[in-house]
T-cell receptor, first 115, second 113 residues
Framework: GAVVSQHPSRVICKSGTSVKIECRSL??????MFWYRQFPKQSLMLMAT?????????EQGVEKDKFLINHASLTLSTLTVTSAHPEDSSFYIC???????????FGAGSRLTVL | GEDVEQSLFLSVREGDSSVINCTYT??????LYWYKQEPGAGLQLLTY?????DMKQDQRLTVLLNKKDKHLSLRIADTQTGDSAIYFC?????????????FGQGTILTVHP
């Protein structure tokens, strides 16, 4: 079946630094990937839609200069949290369209902790 | 806007059936999904149902869709301790591009031995 890999699974960084999270579709090509954010004990909130070869589409209220998304190939999308602050600490999950047109495959998530 | 709501907690005994309920507001939703999330992990797709279906069964899982009441349920038969997790229902709202899921808050299922 379709597999989506995220890396790193956990990252701790100092306030003010930037962190890059990778999302890879391992056995299929994904023209579109999605980035979600999950706060503790809460649901997932869509942050942006990542389109291969073009600019990402951000949801209302998400700062595009803060959360940089690059989708340079059909198997890789990256999310860079720039100048991270403690309030950016969260669980970030990506997803991509898997086998079939109506199924999304999610990555295992990346837990970011900003000190 | 779109809204998906779930009860937050469910506790059952091992071997019993679990029923997790979900309501949604967008009557033009095309697909509705159930995902499972174990602690510290991503989401695992359990099953999904197309909006023109009333029921879907997959081994221990039964999904019931009442489109009139905009109510979706997931029944897990013979619940096991390994089923303890957070269960999210999600929809693709009508008029939304595929993949932009709206999730419920999640139901924490606890299975007691």
């Amino acid at each position: 079946g379709a597999v989506v890999s995220q890396h790193p699974s956990r990252v701790i960084c100092k306030s003010g630094t930037s962190v890059k999270i990778e999302c890879r579709s391992l056995d299929f090509q994904a023209t579109t990937m999605f980035w979600y954010r999950q706060f503790p004990k809460q649901s997932l909130m869509l942050m942006a839609t990542s389109n291969e070869g073009s600019k990402a589409t951000y949801e209302q209220g998400v700062e595009k200069d803060k959360f940089l998304i690059n989708h340079a190939s059909l198997t890789l999308s990256t999310l860079t949290v720039t100048s991270a602050h403690p309030e950016d600490s969260s669980f970030y999950i990506c997803s991509a369209q898997g086998d079939g047109a109506n199924v999304l495959t999610f990555g295992a998530g990346s837990r970011l902790t900003v000190l | 806007g779109e809204d998906v709501e779930q009860s937050l907690f469910l506790s059952v005994r091992e071997g019993d059936s679990s029923v997790i309920n979900c309501t949604y507001t967008d009557s033009s939703s095309t697909y509705l999904y159930w995902y499972k999330q174990e602690p510290g992990a991503g989401l695992q797709l359990l099953t999904y149902i197309f909006s023109n279906m009333d029921m879907k069964q997959d081994q221990r899982l039964t999904v019931l869709l009442n489109k009139k009441d905009k109510h979706l349920s997931l029944r897990i038969a013979d619940t096991q301790t390994g089923d303890s997790a957070i269960y999210f229902c999600a929809e693709i709202p009508g008029g939304t591009s595929y993949g932009k899921l709206t999730f419920g808050q999640g139901t924490i299922l606890t299975v007691h031995p």
